[in-house]
């Protein structure tokens, strides 16, 4: 077993996700893996960044597919022990104009970004080593999201004894009350892309707080942050901050110095802490 250091991010064959992996290959003291649902599109990446003189690893990781997500975790206990630096950063958007109707874009943006991501942190977070830094990619739309909703349903979000569990309950009452045409009523504000990212957020607040309770004294550091508003495939040319520009905040979040005991649970945005 390998002694070197590692990291993993998720959806990382393009857009803030290569740019934070060739942010790794300079600053991080270890294995970097470029991970991506498509062989091809992984290898060309990977490819890319040889170019630039890099040496990014390749795994396979399909976060909708539980059985992609235990292959990497068994590699990753077999071949290093365990993992150092979790970014989940891989996700989806609905184009505003797609016509897609809302309730197939609920299920399909949830099942992605929240329990795509959700099933990556059970399998990986247990393998997570001392010191280990694990970053959530959210967005600002969380926010947003979040002052869109009932003041019940705020509430819920913003506890600080919200359970895992409940949280899935709440996820999955989203997609069904769009399948009835009742989430507004509900309470749910009108966007299955910010509500996917409020359940990344919460998440990692109860991440957080579970790494508190059961594994105090490892110091390793949650976050969920957003990287700004930035140009790629998802956000298009308009956006503000280049694919660089977005990993700052994730890539100062995963290079957490060992002497570093926050941010922690935290939603950062600019390397900054956001009130949630
Ligand atoms: P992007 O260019 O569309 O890249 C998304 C990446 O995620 C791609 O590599 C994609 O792979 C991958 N992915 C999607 N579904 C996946 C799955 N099931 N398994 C594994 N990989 C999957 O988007 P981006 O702008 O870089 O976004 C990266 C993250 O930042 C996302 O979580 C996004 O929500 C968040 N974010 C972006 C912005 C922004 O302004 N761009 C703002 C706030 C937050 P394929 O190439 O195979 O599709």
Redesign the pocket.
Known sequence: MSNVQVAVV????????LAIVRALCKQFQGDVYLT???PG?GQAAVAQLQQEGLRPLFHQ????DLQSIRALRDFLKEKYGGLNVLVN?????FKVQDTTPFAVQAEVTLK??FF?TRNVCTELLPLMKPYGRVVN?S???SSSALRGCSQELQQKFRSDTITEEELVQLMTKFVEDTKKSVHQKEGWPNTAYGVS?IGVTVLSRIQARLLDEQRKGEHILLNAC?????R????GPK?TKS?EE?AETPVYLALLPSNADAPHGQFVSDKTVRPW
């Open positions: 998720t959806g990382s064959n393009k857009g803030i996700g991506s649902r498509d599109r990781l399909d976060i909708d950063n891989a996700g989806i958007a992605t970004n795509g990619v967005s600002m739309v990212k957003c990287p700004g508003w930035v790629t495939d998802m956000a956006a694919p977005g």
